[in-house]
């Protein structure tokens, strides 16, 4: 079984509805991320966790809102998805500071298609 | 901040021969880290090599080394003996310890001629 699961791996959602994609770790990791790639763009972060109690926005929060329900599962919501929030999103992992500690770990990716 | 710039959207290599994917970057901590991943068609991210910026000596995985120039701030990726599953969108990405977050590169796009 993958480290960090993510579901769906697909999902085509119509404009203005309510979509949540869901992670979970078995790493034992404290720190999460959700991260949006667009061609071209690379990856961009849009929410990040340290910890439970630990929700901070990323460089593109607006639109997305996030859960950490518990130590190993971190949820993003799109509360109303539009058009341009079409693009393959991706969970992570990593352990914390340190060099052998700062390595991410990510989930096969959900690809997300708003219509 | 930190800022990540990978200016090869694209690139080619013949099947057995050397490529370099270019980095730059910019961070104004002393303590960070960078690293390449590889996306291949599956989407999975993986990590192909990482370098602590207090090293001095270049990162080596196998076909996969790095000339890393603190000064520049310049960190690119040698694949030697390229193969077919080299193939991929490759990242740069840079971590530091005062800003505590991975930033990516736009990744380049490597094509592997047989």
């Known amino acids: 079984d993958a480290d960090v699961t993510q579901t769906p791996r697909n999902r085509i959602t119509k404009t203005g509805k309510r979509i949540m994609l869901e992670c979970s770790q078995t790493?034992?990791?404290?720190?999460m991320y959700w991260y949006r790639q667009d061609p071209g763009l690379g990856l961009r972060l849009i929410y990040y966790?340290?910890?439970?109690?630990?929700?901070n926005k990323g460089e593109i929060s607006d639109g997305y809102s996030v859960s950490r329900q518990a130590q190993a599962k971190f949820s993003l919501s799109l509360e109303s998805a539009i058009p341009n929030q079409t693009a393959l999103y991706f969970c992570?992992?990593?352990?914390?500071?340190?060099?052998?500690?700062?390595?991410?770990?990510f989930g096969q990716g959900t690809r997300l298609t708003v219509v | 901040a930190q800022t990540v710039t990978q200016s090869q959207p694209e690139m080619s290599v013949q099947e057995a021969e050397t490529v370099t994917l270019s980095c730059t970057y910019d961070?104004?901590?002393?303590?960070?880290?960078l690293f390449w991943y590889k996306q291949p068609p599956s989407r999975q991210m993986i990590l192909v090599i990482r370098q602590e910026a207090y090293k001095q000596q270049n990162a080596t995985e196998n076909r996969f080394s790095v000339n890393f120039q603190k000064a520049a701030k310049s960190f690119s990726l040698k694949i030697s003996d390229s193969q077919l599953g080299d193939a991929a969108m490759y990242f740069c990405a840079c971590y530091s310890g005062g800003y505590q977050k991975v930033t990516f590169g736009t990744g380049t796009k490597l094509q592997v001629i047989p």
């Open positions: 966790s340290f910890d439970v109690k630990d929700i």
């Open positions: 961070t104004s901590e002393s303590d960070y880290y």
């Open positions: 992570a992992t990593s352990e914390g500071q340190g060099a052998a500690n700062t390595e991410a770990f």
């Open positions: 790493k034992g990791h404290d720190r």
